[in-house]
C-alpha cells in the first residue's frame, strides 16, 4: 500500500510551455491501438525556480496534519487547477468518505515550497471506488486554490495533458515521493498489461507515500511536462514491493471522473 496517512486520521476513522496542451480521451475497452488525435489548446506558460534533477513542477506531495502522504500532480484542464492523484490518496474507499484538510505542494523539496501550498478541494473518485474499493477505479481528481492567488496554478508550474484510452506499453517517466524522504524519486522505464484493467511497471525504490505519482509519456526535457497515463494506485494500492508498481487503466470512467472535475471549476 503506498499511502502513509497521518496517525490522527487513523484514529479518525499538457505539453505546455514552448509547445501545446491537450486532452485524450479514447473507449472504455483496452486497446493496442493509438489514442485519438489531441484537441490542442495554447500553451501557458512555466515559471520554474530550481528543482533537484529530472524534478516536475507539476508534480508534488499532498500533506495532511503537517507531513507529506501521498503524490498528485497537474493535468491541464481550461480551469487550470485540476489534480489527479490514487482515489486511495483522497477517499477511504468502501464504508470511508473523502479526506478534508490536505494541501497540495507543486515542486517540493528538502522542506522547501517554491510555489507555495494549494488548498484540495472538491474531490472526485468514481462510484466503484468509493462503494467497493474497486482497484480498477483507484483514480482521483480534485481542484486546488490558494488564497490571494491572482492566477491559477497552471500558469505557474504547467500541466502534463491527460490521455485515456492508450497502449499497455509505454515509455514512462514516474515520479512519486516516498514519505521517508524530502526528495521524489524518479524512475524511467516500459510499462506492461498486468490485468484487463491495470498497468505495471518496474522501477526500484518507490515505497508508502509514492501513491498517486504520475506515469507519463513524452516527458520534454526542457519543461519535465508530458502525457500522463496512469498513477501508482490500482492493484495492491500501488504494490507491495516498492520495485514494482501498478496503475488502475486510464479510460472512459477516468474520462468521465476528469470531465466532471472540470465542468464545476
Not at 50 to 77: I, K, W
Not at 161 to 173: S, V, Y
Request: aromatic share 8%; charged share 15%; net charge negative.
Amino acid at each position: 500500500m503506498r499511502v502513509r496517512r497521518p496517525a490522527v486520521l487513523l484514529t479518525l476513522a499538457a505539453v505546455l510551455l514552448l509547445g501545446a496542451a491537450f486532452v485524450v480521451f479514447a473507449a472504455r475497452q483496452p486497446r493496442s491501438a493509438s489514442a485519438s488525435p489531441p484537441d490542442t489548446v495554447e500553451a501557458v506558460p512555466v515559471s520554474t525556480p530550481d528543482l533537484p534533477a529530472e524534478s516536475s513542477p507539476a508534480v508534488g506531495a499532498l500533506f495532511l496534519d503537517g507531513s507529506h502522504y501521498c503524490t498528485a500532480s497537474v493535468v491541464h484542464s481550461r480551469p487550470g487547477d485540476v489534480l489527479l492523484t490514487a482515489a486511495h490518496c483522497i477517499h477511504d474507499g468502501e464504508g470511508g468518505g473523502y479526506l478534508t484538510g490536505v494541501t497540495f505542494a507543486p515542486g517540493y523539496h528538502d522542506g522547501v515550497a517554491p510555489f507555495g501550498y494549494w488548498t484540495v478541494s472538491d474531490e472526485l473518485v468514481a462510484p466503484g471506488w468509493s462503494a467497493s474499493s474497486d482497484p480498477d477505479l483507484d483514480v482521483g481528481f480534485a481542484t486546488a486554490h490558494q488564497a490571494g492567488a491572482t492566477k491559477p496554478l497552471e500558469t505557474l508550474v504547467g500541466a502534463n495533458a491527460l490521455a485515456t484510452g492508450t497502449e499497455f506499453e509505454q515509455a514512462i517517466t514516474l515520479t512519486g515521493y516516498p514519505d521517508d524522504s524530502e526528495v521524489p524519486a524518479v524512475c524511467r522505464n516500459t510499462t506492461s498489461r498486468q490485468d484487463t484493467y491495470q498497468l505495471k511497471v518496474d522501477c526500484a525504490g518507490f515505497p508508502t507515500g509514492t501513491s498517486g505519482g504520475p506515469w507519463v509519456i513524452g516527458t520534454d526535457p526542457r519543461t519535465r511536462l508530458g502525457t500522463v497515463i496512469g498513477v501508482i494506485g490500482g492493484f495492491e494500492y500501488g504494490g507491495d514491493d516498492p520495485d514494482t508498481s501498478y496503475s488502475s487503466y486510464f479510460d472512459t470512467d477516468v474520462q468521465a471522473l476528469y470531465r466532471q472535475t472540470t465542468a464545476r471549476t
